[in-house]
Nanobody, 121 residues
Framework: QVQLVESGGGLVQPGGSLRLSCVASGNHFSIDAMGWYRQAPGKERELVATITTTGHPKYLDSVEGRFTISRDNAKNTVYLQMNSLELEDAAVYYC???????????????WGQGTQVTVSS
């Protein structure tokens, strides 16, 4: 099966930036839509951003204008550039592959360990 490995998390101050990376194993990375989820302690896991096979992005309303999802199919990698980070952005971030049905994103495969994003003064 395809393995996804997240990296790039860390500790930043409010207003700071981080760039998360997700590297997929195997071939045919370009056939999958990709999505970033996050989960804060005591909160539900939420979908942060998605990108289609052709590179069209969509975002959670609260991160619109601050986060940018992108993909490099030649490197089997999807990125999440996170700017103007807020306390509410602190969470473990997970990368997924999936598909769209009726406008909804459905992740597939197993969840990895994710990468921790901490936002603190």
């Amino acid at each position: 099966q395809v393995q996804l490995v997240e990296s790039g998390g860390g500790l930043v101050q409010p207003g700071g930036s981080l760039r998360l990376s997700c590297v997929a194993s195997g071939n045919h990375f370009s056939i999958d839509a990709m999505g970033w989820y996050r989960q804060a302690p005591g909160k539900e896991r939420e979908l942060v951003a998605t990108i289609t096979t052709t590179g069209h992005p969509k975002y959670l309303d609260s991160v619109e204008g601050r986060f940018t999802i992108s993909r490099d199919n030649a490197k089997n990698t999807v990125y999440l550039q996170m700017n103007s980070l807020e306390l509410e952005d602190a969470a473990v971030y997970y990368c997924t592959r999936g598909t769209f049905y009726g406008g909804r994103y459905f992740p597939s495969g197993s969840w990895g360990q994710g990468t921790q994003v901490t936002v603190s003064s």
